[in-house]
């Protein structure tokens, strides 16, 4: 199994200021098969980003991604009052799907 | 509108059997795989299972493999999660979704399995 870990575990910022989450994987994945996520407390989690940096229908394009190998990125150029929530990556590189511990994003 | 509704949650006892159920609507079912994805309080999602669109081909996180089998009926629009010899740490909301085979792209709102006696 494949493991996913996130750094930092909290990223406190303020709107208007640029964002940079990390996520690591335990062995180089397969084709870049990384996607991101976005979750708000009581929802379910919202797709941002496939295949390390392709943007779901709808993601503004204040996010974007990058990474190969182990070492991903998520990056939010300027935060805006919703992106205020939790992030969690994830990889499709081999058959069993893992996600990552998540980043909180608060201020 | 793609839309998912999760049903057939509730509370079983440890060791008993509990049968998911997801209403599928606004797309069409036989073109997508499907993933059950879950989420403990307070943590964050842990993948469970995906089918392939025709229903022919299924993986599963070693955490449920042997107890749970998920299925589809693309006829009914449907997709199901049977759950047996449930534990305590099998609590949590479980996620339907669509994919592609490696990632959920369009979630529903889950139903909440609580495994206690």
């Known amino acids: 199994e494949i493991v996913l870990t996130q750094s930092p575990g909290t990223l406190s910022l303020s709107p208007g200021e640029g964002a940079t989450l990390s996520c690591r994987a335990s062995?180089?994945?397969?084709?870049?098969?990384l996607a991101w996520f976005q979750q708000k407390p009581g929802q379910p989690p919202r797709l941002l980003i496939h295949d390390v940096s392709i943007r779901a229908t709808g993601i503004p394009d204040r996010f974007s991604g990058s990474g190969s190998g182990t070492d991903f990125t998520l990056t939010i150029s300027t935060l805006e009052p919703e992106d205020f929530a939790v992030y969690y990556c994830?990889?499709?590189?081999?058959?069993?799907?893992?996600f990552g511990p998540g980043t909180k994003v608060d201020f | 509108e793609v839309q998912l509704v999760e049903s057939g949650g509730g509370l079983v006892q440890p060791g008993g059997p509990l049968r998911l159920s997801c209403a599928a609507s606004?797309?069409?079912?036989?073109?997508?795989?499907m993933h059950w994805v879950r989420q403990a309080p307070g943590q964050g999602p842990v993948w469970v299972s995906r089918i392939k669109p025709d229903g022919t081909y299924t993986t599963y996180a070693d955490s449920v493999k042997g107890r749970f089998t998920i299925s589809r009926d693309n006829a009914k629009n449907t997709l199901s999660l049977q759950m047996n010899s449930l534990r305590a740490e099998d609590t949590a909301v479980y996620y339907c979704?669509?994919?592609?085979?490696?990632?959920?792209?369009?979630w529903g709102q889950g139903t909440l399995v609580t495994v206690s006696s």
């Open positions: 979704a669509r994919g592609p085979s490696g990632y959920p792209d369009s």
């Open positions: 606004g797309f069409t079912l036989s073109t997508y795989w």
């Open positions: 994830q990889q499709y590189g081999s058959s069993v799907l893992t």
């Open positions: 062995q180089s994945l397969t084709r870049n098969y």
